[in-house]
């Protein structure tokens, strides 16, 4: 959490909390997220958002979710189910198209017929491609990671669950570690026209050490890019057979949510017209080549070339549109909402670059003078409003026994570690 702090200089203007930080060279003795932002320091002593007191979905600063998306697929089906939703397993065969139209879909137990159809049968685009096969604009020219090998671990012997997702540069491309409640969820995102999937999944086992050697590996393809046409006719494609970006940032599950809203809002009318059909393609396009960028900017911004990936990163800034342009100025300014506004992310604004920007040593050269005083007690006042939180919340472990009303480890509450 971010926080929106400004200070008046002597009533002419007004510095934010991020410019503060600059200008008095707080990076000379800490990272970016430990100055500004207050759920690092519960993040660090693994505390979670939450007081005993917290309502469900509120904590005491913004939060997300590792899911088991096994049991979430479940859920969300058995919620279906209980709403009236016809549930059917079968293989479509075929995808039968009139005059530019879906007219029916022969599948293993028949011929289905519908006025309208949701394409979600993943990277294959099954449907969405029976209408418009020439249907695709990847980004693996700036996001070369296009296969994954995953490994699941249990925890060793007091270990608990840490808080926070945990993502590691490893030579041609980056690991996940995600912890649940029962298992840790591991996997190496990667270049696979640099790395076999043989190397990959060794390399991974390494990184992890001995907790993992006795696990399975699961390997994974990943078509990295977009639809521009995620709506044809009476087909509308929706997660992964609309698109995808590699999980750095975790943007699938965002993804579909955005797609199934803007599709609410354009489904609306008796008869459904191109202008609408026009409006959801755009803004669509616009969301994946927004999320497109942010993921670039994580990649670009790297010191590391020990491997052909990495430097290859390094010049991404350049295959994609605005952003080389971008960094030039926000080496001579602050980045602020205007400069990403006109955009379609729902996700990622100026804060969110700020932590990517500042975090990796890209920081504006500001010239204003701020008072050495107001500086140092802004960021007291930050070190005491996380001090307090801490106080008040409960640790991560303590919050999930209470979630799932008994113990769930032996291991001691490592706030007091």
């Given at each position: 959490m971010n926080i929106s702090i400004r200070l008046n200089n002597n009533g002419k203007y007004a510095i934010d909390i991020s410019s503060e930080w600059v200008m008095g060279q707080h990076f000379n003795h800490q990272r970016y997220d430990q100055g500004v932002c207050l759920s690092s320091l519960l993040a660090e002593k693994s505390a979670s958002p939450k007081t005993p007191m917290s309502r469900p979905y509120q904590g005491v600063v913004p939060y997300g979710y590792h899911l088991d998306a096994t049991l979430l697929g479940q859920f969300l089906r058995k919620k279906g189910l209980e709403a009236g939703i016809t549930y059917q397993v079968a293989t479509v065969t075929n995808v039968n198209v009139e005059d530019g139209e879906i007219s029916s879909l022969q599948t293993s137990e028949g011929v289905h017929q519908a006025d309208f159809y949701?394409?979600?049968?993943?990277?294959?685009?099954?449907?969405?491609?029976?209408?418009?096969?020439?249907?695709?604009?990847s980004f693996t020219d700036v996001l070369p990671c296009n296969k994954a090998v995953a490994i699941q671990r249990d925890y060793a012997p007091g270990e608990t669950p840490r808080p926070f997702t945990t993502s590691t540069a490893l030579s041609h491309g980056w690991a996940w570690q995600i912890d649940l409640v029962n298992r840790q969820g591991n996997g190496y995102v990667y270049d696979g026209n640099r790395l076999s999937a043989e190397q990959a999944e060794a390399e991974l086992r390494e990184f992890l050490g001995d907790e993992a050697a006795t696990r399975s590996a699961l390997h994974l393809d990943m078509k990295v890019g977009f639809r521009p046409q995620s709506w044809v006719g009476n087909c509308v494609a929706i997660g992964l057979s609309s698109g995808f970006i590699e999980p750095l940032e975790s943007t699938g599950l965002h993804l579909i949510n955005v797609a199934a809203r803007l599709f609410a809002t354009h489904f609306s009318a008796a008869n459904i017209s191109d202008s609408v059909r026009r409006s959801f393609n755009r803004q669509m396009r616009g969301v994946y080549e927004d999320l497109k960028q942010f993921i670039v900017l994580h990649y670009c911004l790297t010191d590391r070339d020990d491997t052909d990936f990495w430097?290859?990163?390094?010049?991404?800034?350049?295959?994609?549109?605005?952003?080389?342009?971008?960094?030039?100025?926000?080496?001579?300014?602050?980045?602020?909402?205007?400069?990403?506004?006109?955009?379609?992310?729902?996700?990622?604004?100026?804060?969110n670059y700020r932590y990517i920007l500042y975090g990796m040593g890209h920081l504006p050269a500001l010239h204003l003078q701020p008072s050495s005083t107001q500086n140092q007690s802004l960021f007291d006042q930050v070190n005491h409003m996380a001090a307090n939180l801490l106080l008040q919340t409960q640790s991560h472990l303590a919050y999930l026994q209470h979630l799932h009303g008994k113990p769930l480890f032996s291991a001691k509450d490592t706030r007091s570690q």
């Open positions: 949701i394409d979600c049968s993943g990277f294959s685009g099954k449907l969405i491609d029976a209408l418009q096969p020439d249907n695709w604009e430097r290859q990163a390094q010049a991404s800034a350049e295959g994609c549109e605005g952003l080389a342009e971008k960094l030039t100025l926000w080496k001579h300014k602050v980045c602020e909402f205007m400069d990403l506004s006109g955009g379609y992310s729902t996700t990622f604004n100026d804060e």
